[in-house]
T-cell receptor, first 112, second 114 residues
Framework: EAQVTQNPRYLITVTGKKLTVTCSQN?????MSWYRQDPGLGLRQIYY???????DKGDVPEGYKVSRKEKRNFPLILESPSPNQTSLYFC???????????FGSGTRLTVV | GESVGLHLPTLSVQEGDNSIINCAYS??????FIWYKQESGKGPQFIID?????DKRQGQRVTVLLNKTVKHLSLQIAATQPGDSAVYFC?????????????FGKGTSLLVTP
């Protein structure tokens, strides 16, 4: 089944403890992206990648890192999580420019 | 940057009626628009898209209309069903981006009542 898989689905962590949210797609898509979703603010892009080793900042990149060493994987790294990063995170992929994204099921992160 | 907005945060319709969800955008350079549906506990799901060189596109039970003159986008759902209950987002692509940095609206919640 063609899909975008994120792990974990739920995560509770403490301030300052590094964490990684994994994202993998099996559709050979070139474009991948991370969004966070917050009440009243909608979906905001954190980082995106147009291909392997090509990443760029979205609208809210502060406090996040990404890497794209392989086409299928696009992990989101929080080096020192803070409570304001408590949110619902979505990974998404797209086959080519100008096409819509396919989203994963989301990761609900709580930082205490 | 400029953002996509929505006219109504919530919309309640009766099963079997047609639904219309509206979206206003403010950047006249936007060249690509997408509607997404998000059910509770799930990620956004692609419904239909339209490019700026078109003014109407139809899918299965859904139609998207684009009025570039007034910078307005709408999603029409025919014969609305309980399974259509969800939050609907419109998203736009603003050049020089090429669809990988979509700008999302806040969402409209559609509630279908029996």
């Amino acid at each position: 089944e063609a899909q975008v898989t994120q792990n974990p689905r739920y995560l509770i962590t403490v301030t300052g403890k590094k964490l990684t949210v994994t994202c993998s797609q099996n559709m050979n898509h070139e474009y991948m992206s991370w969004y966070r979703q917050d009440p009243g603010l909608g979906l905001r892009q954190i980082y995106y990648s147009m291909n392997v080793e090509v990443t760029d900042k979205g609208d809210v990149p502060e406090g996040y890192k990404v890497s794209r060493k392989e086409k299928r994987n696009f992990p989101l790294i929080l080096e020192s999580p803070s409570p304001n990063q408590t949110s619902l995170y979505f990974c998404a992929s797209s086959p080519r420019e100008g096409d819509g994204y396919t989203f994963g099921s989301g990761t609900r992160l709580t930082v205490v | 940057g400029e953002s996509v907005g929505l006219h109504l945060p919530t919309l309640s319709v009766q099963e079997g009626d047609n639904s219309i969800i509206n979206c206003a955008y403010s950047n006249s350079a936007s060249d690509y628009f997408i509607w997404y549906k998000q059910e509770s506990g799930k990620g956004p799901q692609f419904i239909i898209d339209i490019r700026s060189n078109m003014d109407k596109r139809q899918g299965q039970r859904v139609t998207v209309l684009l009025n570039k003159t007034v910078k307005h986008l709408s999603l029409q759902i025919a014969a609305t069903q309980p399974g259509d209950s969800a939050v609907y987002f419109c998203a736009e692509n603003i050049p020089p981006n090429s669809g990988y940095a979509l700008n999302f609206g806040k969402g409209t919640s559609l509630l279908v009542t029996p």
